[in-house]
C-alpha cells in the first residue's frame, strides 16, 4: 500500500469514527427521531435489528431492515411503543473503542444498558453490538444494524 492509499484510509477512519461517535452518544440524550435521522443519517437511511422474525409478534422492529426516512421513523416508533431505553453514561466507549474498518466503511462498537417492556415494567441489562455502514463523505451513517438480547425482550414483553 502506498503512503497516499494510507493517508486516504487513514482520513477515512478518523471520519468513520468521528461519525460513528457523534451518533452513539447522541443515544445517551437523544433527540426527537427526525432530528436523529436528519443530523446523523444519510439521506438513504436504514435500520435493521437482527432477531427472529417469529418474535415480531412482540417485538415488531427485529428480524426486519426499516428503509428511508419513512421506514426508519416506523422503527423508532414501533421500538418506543415497546420498550424503553435507558443508557447510563457509560454505555458507548469512547472513541478508541469504536473498531473501523476503513476499507469496508464499516465501524463496530459494543454498548450497554437498561432495556424496560413499556407493557409489563419488567426490565433487564444487557450489551448490544452496533454496526454502521454506508456512510457518506462527511461520516453520516447510511446503515445501522442491532444485535442485541431478543430473547430478554421476549420475555419481559410477555404475552
Do not use: N
Not at 452513539?24 to 432530528?35: F, G, Q
Not at 414501533?78 to 458507548?92: H, K, S, Y
Amino acid at each position: 500500500m502506498s503512503s497516499g492509499q494510507q493517508q486516504t484510509q487513514k482520513q477515512t477512519s478518523t471520519i468513520l469514527r468521528k461519525g460513528a461517535h457523534a451518533f452513539c452518544t447522541a443515544l445517551l440524550s437523544p433527540p426527537a427521531p427526525p432530528e436523529l435521522l436528519s443530523t446523523y443519517f444519510t439521506s438513504s437511511p436504514r435500520i435493521t435489528e437482527h432477531g427472529p422474525a417469529w418474535a415480531q409478534a412482540r417485538l415488531p422492529f427485529l428480524g426486519k431492515t426499516f428503509k428511508g426516512r419513512e421506514g426508519c421513523l416506523e422503527y423508532f416508533t414501533l421500538l418506543g411503543e415497546v420498550l424503553e431505553m435507558q443508557l447510563p453514561e457509560d454505555a458507548i466507549p469512547g472513541p478508541e473503542g469504536f473498531i473501523v474498518d476503513a476499507e469496508a466503511g464499516m465501524v463496530s462498537v459494543v454498548g450497554k444498558g437498561h432495556f424496560k417492556s413499556r407493557k409489563t415494567g419488567k426490565g433487564w441489562d444487557e450489551q448490544f453490538i452496533y454496526r454502521l455502514s454506508d456512510f457518506d463523505a462527511e461520516g453520516r451513517v447510511g446503515h445501522w444494524e442491532i444485535w442485541a438480547d431478543p430473547l430478554s425482550a421476549w420475555d419481559a414483553v410477555g404475552a
